[in-house]
């Protein structure tokens, strides 16, 4: 298993400013993932992380609107730039159980965004 | 193209009975399949997966899922419900011949009434 912590768990944020949210494994994982969830409903993968190369976007989401860092194997930090009132979410980051494509995945506790 | 569907919105059951809550699943190659829990207020959970074998699988809180392959379905069940068991529940496909990306289903909130 892995534990994953988040920061901040949430915040309140203007039009127009950008937020950054860290994500914080307990092992080292070649792969991270980034979801948006709006509250009580599915979860939306924005991107895929990996170390030492650029993340890999899903259809709707874009490099300059959600700038990905991945400096090294447990960390990884999503911004969301240019806020609007429809970036309010909550956004998961989330990482495989092993490198085999069956393991399951573990989840961070989620960062709530509201956007004013 | 990968695909997941949960029909039910909401399940509403009485504490003591079998629930069930549905999935159905589109895949390429063979599926991995798999159940995940969120409590109000908390992160998501893994409850259980099915990759190869037995079509019925046993994954944590007393839940199992059957595997039918012939009607693409994965329905999560337990025989007796609590009320505790009352949470959002989503299914997820990944595709077995490559890839890590994984597809959830809107999810299904289960009610469980004492």
């Known amino acids: 298993s892995a534990v994953i912590s988040q920061k901040p768990s949430r915040d309140i944020c203007q039009r127009g400013t950008s937020l950054t949210i860290q994500c914080q494994v307990d092992?080292?994982?070649?792969?991270m993932f980034w979801y948006r969830q709006q509250p009580g409903q599915s979860l939306t993968l924005i991107a895929t992380?990996?170390?030492?190369?650029?993340?890999?976007?899903e259809s709707g989401f874009v490099i300059d609107k959600f700038p990905i860092s991945r400096p090294n194997l447990t960390f990884s930090t999503l911004t969301v730039s240019n806020m609007s009132p429809e970036d309010s979410s909550i956004y998961l980051c989330s990482v495989h159980g092993g490198l085999a494509g069956y393991n399951e995945q573990f989840f961070g506790p989620g960062t709530r965004l509201t956007v004013l | 193209a990968q695909s997941v569907a949960q029909p039910e919105d909401q399940v509403n059951v009485a504490e003591g009975n079998p629930l069930t809550v549905k999935c159905t699943y589109s895949v390429s190659g063979n599926p991995y399949l798999f159940w995940y829990v969120q409590y109000p207020n908390r992160g998501l959970q893994f409850l259980l997966k099915y990759i190869t074998g037995d079509n019925l699988v046993k994954g944590s809180y007393g839940f199992e899922a059957e595997f039918n392959k012939s009607q693409t379905s994965f329905h999560l069940k337990k025989p007796s419900a609590l009320v505790s068991d009352s949470a959002l529940y989503f299914c997820?496909?990944?595709?077995?011949?490559?890839?890590?990306?994984?597809?959830f289903g809107a999810g299904t909130r289960l009610f469980v009434k004492a």
């Open positions: 092992s080292q994982v070649t792969m």
């Open positions: 997820a496909v990944r595709d077995g011949t490559g890839g890590f990306k994984t597809i």
């Open positions: 992380a990996n170390q030492g190369s650029e993340a890999t976007y």
